[in-house]
């Protein structure tokens, strides 16, 4: 692999050690050109929405290495996309709560919005940005199944009513990336949900060329 640039600072003044290793003379770091390699192939991998699984095996590397680089990679965007909100919201922003449900709770006979996930959505800047409210309190049981049915009905009544807005092209956006999941740990949710806000605002090249600047920069 030809490099000309520090990946880390983007200088030119780069000299060789031993075992194919390169040293920047400006920001004195040291790198393995075969990982370097290696992260550029994990980063296009992931912005591909390539399963780390599939990903380890085309490119003969460790399962749990590639599945570290993208739990690694979603912190790194969470961490951007929350920079970028604060510095973007305008006044003229629009927005909007939803409710997550996965499919195994759809799937449930008795129903309850209030193991939902709460979301509020922002469109402002021609970009959606996303919050993680908290969970709604708990109510008597023989309530739930009576609010989860309004809720549908309301949600149902808004769909109908509304023309597609990029919010609500979004939320399809978020339920059909989360499916490949196959179930999220509620405790990592935030992660993967900022990772598809980020794959939403930003086009596949736009992705790559961040999260290279973002993960070599960290």
Known sequence: MKI???PYCNSRTLYTLKDNYKKCKDCNKKFSLKKIDTDIKIIEGFCNNTPALNLSKHLNVNYRTVSNRYDIFRKLIANYLEELYYIS???NTSYEEFYYFNEKQLQKKNKSLYEAINIIGFY???RVYTLLMPSLPKAPM???DEDF???LKW?????QNSYATPLKEFWEFLKDNLKK???VNQDNFFFYLKE???KYNFTKPICKALLKDIYFRN
Do not use: V, W
């Open 142 to 144: 023989q309530d739930k």
């Open 155 to 159: 949600h149902k009544l808004q769909s």
């Open 196 to 198: 598809c806000e980020f």
């Open 124 to 126: 402002t800047n021609n």
């Open 4 to 6: 000309t640039n520090c």
């Open 181 to 183: 999941y196959k179930g």
């Open 149 to 151: 049915e309004r809720y």
């Open 89 to 91: 919201i305008q006044d």
